[in-house]
């Protein structure tokens, strides 16, 4: 594992110290982190084994032998029962306290609501997989004719098999949905709230360097619009403590001109109003981001600039769509002095009569800025008004690469459970072929197996997922989690290949007579 870990480690110090603002990661730290991840496996072996082996150890040799040919017990112990449904309910009521909160309160709560319940599942697998065969066992013995009536006895009758098998797959399944579908719900929001955050109909974009100065005045002036607003980019740092440390943050910013903002843009105001967002000391903040720093219209929240200058200002406005256009609102003459040139990125254009009329004004428009070179007037988009564009091709390689290295290791896990299982029920195969089961007959029953444990497993890995990503869509978004049909689809496949792979080839390799050839 540490080995298999290098590779992934070296490739991420790479992206890291490559990035616009490199990170401290030095060259020792992969190979640290694999040195320490091994030797922790490795101390936690020895307890692990001794508490696995502590219930056949303390038996006198003759009372061994008896128990090593005693038949599974049918139902899993009551201390283990007791914890994990204590888990489960733990991990319900920490994501029913995610949608309570906001922010990172409610991250942490709906991370620990996903630990919880991944340990209560592997807990409760017994009962878990006695349930599954209840709702699955039915439909795979009407149509899997003699294999599907051995596929569901056999699980049946094998509970806690049944339950190791299912349980390193709900844990891919959950911790993949978590990783991929926390970031898709946010960029669905965030694309979401810009879209309707935007009133204006046209823009007006120029060079990298900004659009001319008095080409706001201009369109202002041009015939058929009703509202336009200049709207300059930029960025603040934010100091304050998540979870007790202390903690810089950069936020993206919109630098507006209050003055027709309202025609232009909708943040959806809760409190205070944005035509006060004017001067050099005002702002206009996110209302989770003023409920985390506890602050109020009036109250005065204290940032630094693009350039370090530290700043006091005044909130004169909270409002709801913070994930589409940003943390905090400034007006442009607060950012004056504060970046390389104070010029509009673009302009917000809202035509009088609307969208039916955008053509018209986009053509007085354009005659209007005739004196201005560089500029362009097309359709406004919510991706013009969006603080932070979609995840770059770099940090989206970051997400795969986590996902991927603790994914394939989990995979792993799957195929040797799997494995181990498989080969432990050589003498049930034989004993099938002496009482005349075919050959096809017990490939397919185990076919049928394998399929029962990956829908089981992404059944119940699936629901796993969802109360944490609920709790956090619900408190962050307002909306339910979203993960893009291709990536779960992907992730299915990985997990029925891995299960086949783990059942089908050990019982091939293993016994020939049983699913191979006679000769």
């Known amino acids: 594992g540490g080995v298999g870990a290098l590779p992934g480690g070296l490739l991420r110090r790479s992206r890291l110290t490559t990035t616009p603002?490199?990170?401290?990661?030095?060259?020792?730290?992969?190979?640290?982190?694999?040195?320490?991840?091994?030797?922790?496996?490795?101390?936690?072996?020895?307890?692990?084994?001794?508490?696995?082996?502590?219930?056949?150890?303390?038996?006198?040799?003759?009372?061994?032998?008896?128990?090593?040919?005693?038949?599974?017990?049918?139902?899993?112990?009551?201390?283990?029962?007791?914890?994990?449904?204590?888990l489960a309910m733990a991990g319900v009521s920490a994501a029913g306290a995610a949608t309570a909160q906001g922010g990172q309160a409610a991250a942490v709560a709906a991370s620990g609501a996903a630990t919880s319940m991944i340990i209560a599942v592997a807990l409760l697998g017994p009962w878990i997989a006695r349930v599954a065969m209840r709702v699955l066992g039915t439909p795979v013995r009407r149509v899997g004719g003699v294999s599907g009536f051995l596929a569901a006895k056999s699980a049946a009758a094998h509970n806690r098999r049944l339950g190791a098998a299912i349980t390193p797959i709900v844990l891919v399944v959950a911790f993949v949905c978590v990783q991929l579908a926390a970031g898709s719900t946010l960029e669905r929001a965030a694309d979401r709230q810009a879209g309707a955050a935007l009133r204006a109909d046209l823009v007006v974009t120029g060079p990298a360097a900004g659009l001319p100065d008095g080409a706001a005045r201009a369109v202002r002036g041009a015939p058929g619009v009703a509202a336009a607003t200049g709207v300059l980019r930029s960025g603040v740092v934010l100091a304050h403590r998540e979870m007790g440390d202390p903690k810089l943050d950069r936020f993206p910013v919109l630098g507006v001109t209050a003055d027709q903002l309202s025609g232009t843009l909708d943040p959806r105001v809760t409190a205070g109003d944005p035509a006060d967002l004017t001067g050099r000391g005002?702002?206009?903040?996110?209302?989770?981001?003023?409920?985390?720093?506890?602050?109020?219209?009036?109250?005065?929240?204290?940032?630094?600039?693009?350039?370090?200058?530290?700043?006091?200002?005044?909130?004169?406005?909270?409002?709801?769509?913070?994930?589409?256009?940003?943390?905090?609102?400034?007006?442009?003459?607060?950012?004056?002095g504060h970046v390389s040139a104070l010029r509009d990125q673009l302009i917000l254009i809202r035509s009088t009569d609307g969208t039916a009329a955008s053509a018209a004004t986009a053509a007085s428009v354009r005659r209007a800025l005739a004196p201005y070179t560089g500029v362009r007037v097309r359709p406004a988009t919510a991706d013009d008004v969006r603080i932070a564009p979609s995840s770059s091709d770099q940090d989206n390689a970051m997400v795969i690469i986590g996902v991927g290295v603790i994914g394939g290791f989990a995979l792993l896990a799957v195929i040797s459970t799997l494995s181990l299982i498989t080969v432990g029920r050589r003498p049930e195969f034989r004993l099938l072929r002496m009482v005349g089961a075919g050959r096809r007959q017990v490939r397919r029953m185990l076919v049928l197996e394998t399929g029962l444990v990956a829908v089981a497993g992404l059944a119940i890995g699936t629901l796993v997922a969802a109360v944490p990503l609920v709790a956090f869509a619900v408190s962050t978004t307002g909306s339910v989690p979203y993960l893009p049909p291709v990536q779960y689809g992907v992730l299915a496949l990985a997990v029925t290949v891995a299960a086949g792979a783990g059942t089908l080839w050990p019982a091939s390799s293993g016994g020939r007579f049983v699913l191979g050839r006679r000769r």
């Open 282 to 336: 005002t702002v206009a903040v996110g209302e989770d981001r003023a409920a985390d720093l506890g602050v109020g219209v009036g109250d005065p929240v204290e940032l630094r600039l693009g350039d370090g200058t530290e700043v006091r200002l005044r909130v004169v406005a909270l409002y709801e769509r913070a994930l589409g256009l940003g943390e905090f609102m400034l007006p442009r003459e607060a950012l004056a």
């Open 21 to 86: 603002q490199p990170r401290p990661t030095p060259v020792w730290l992969p190979y640290a982190a694999a040195a320490t991840a091994a030797s922790l496996v490795a101390l936690a072996a020895r307890p692990v084994s001794v508490l696995a082996a502590r219930s056949i150890t303390g038996l006198r040799p003759a009372a061994a032998l008896g128990a090593a040919r005693a038949p599974e017990p049918s139902e899993p112990g009551r201390v283990r029962t007791v914890a994990g449904a204590v």
